[in-house]
């Protein structure tokens, strides 16, 4: 695991790093880049993503599972674009 | 050797909610389909395997997410028929308002293949921790927000209604990543048939990754018009009013006890409103 998922992976599941004095810390001994541990240290997610090369624009929309019948319907009218959008729309 | 497939959910916040059986599921996997909600959190689950493979790629901005979908499915089916053990990983809960895990796995069973999901920690589980509002006080309906618009839904007023992905709302297309002023008009002016312009609402974010900050700003209802709205932003709308008491079913209720001798001895119920 790279050093600043493991810090953000603790930072999420540890209690005692949650505090400004235990980030630091915790910053100094996993031994971030200091660059990369100031952006942590200052919740700035933007810089973060963008040293780190991520995707920034990640897309999470969905849409809800669509129950039996509108999926027959969806079968039926497979050739149309429209139509089938607007079945899963109607789930 | 023939192929599976389990969908199992992150939760929300990077390393505090998955489970352990999910990660052992994907410690486990042969191959692991990721859909996750920033590329920081998709950076983190590409570390948990070899074979960590991205749905981003499917998305496009003017192409109608119901393909993208049941290409997404399709390529997690391809390697389920290839006999492989498949873990598809969604953030929050995989099963809420999530159509590919529920598609897959359907698919995955018409097929014969062994399939299931794992429950995740979901954006709407954060929401009632963040906002401090417990569902089974007054009620809480949950609607996709531009679902709420294409249909006739219920408002109840006396309990929560909660709209998802508001930053989408109105779009028809399924093309869009967001919808403007002018469709969100619409929205509000929906729901000022039952609220007043000036109930207060509430945007929501839940955290996704520990230095994020959780989003919960109170504007009036007339103000969702112009507020800034992101794909993940959740309209949380409190009662305006309480909850009134259905005197006909309470009298049919007083009726029944009364008619039951037997009931004499059980301990008084009283409608705590």
Known sequence: MSKVIQVLAQMGSDVSCQSEDATNSLLVTIELESEIAEFIFNKDVTSLERQLDVCPDIVCAVFPAEDDEEEKDDEKDDDSTEETSNCVIGF | ??????????????????????????AQADVVFSLMSTGISERWVEEMHDDVRSLQ???????????????????????????????????????????????????????????????????EDCLYADLSIDPGKSGCINYEASQFMFYQRSIDPAAHLILWQVGLAGDKSLEKFSTGSAYRQILVDLLLETYPADHQVILYQAKVLPIDIMRAEHITLADLVDAELFMHTTLVIPPSEKMRPNQAVLDKLARLDQQKPQNKHRPKLTLVL
Request: aromatic residues 8%.
């Open chain 2, 1 to 26: 050797m023939s192929g599976s497939l389990v969908c199992v959910g992150t939760g929300m916040l990077l390393g505090g909610h998955i489970s352990p059986i999910s990660t052992s599921y994907i």
């Open chain 2, 57 to 123: 790629s499917y998305y496009q901005e003017g192409k109608n997410r119901n393909i993208t979908y049941n290409e997404m499915v399709e390529a997690i089916l391809l390697e389920v028929r290839a006999g492989r053990k498949v873990v598809a990983v969604f953030y929050g809960h995989p099963g809420v308002f999530a159509c590919v895990s529920h598609r897959a796995i359907k698919q995955a069973e018409l097929e014969k293949f062994p399939a299931h999901m794992e429950a995740g920690i979901s954006a």
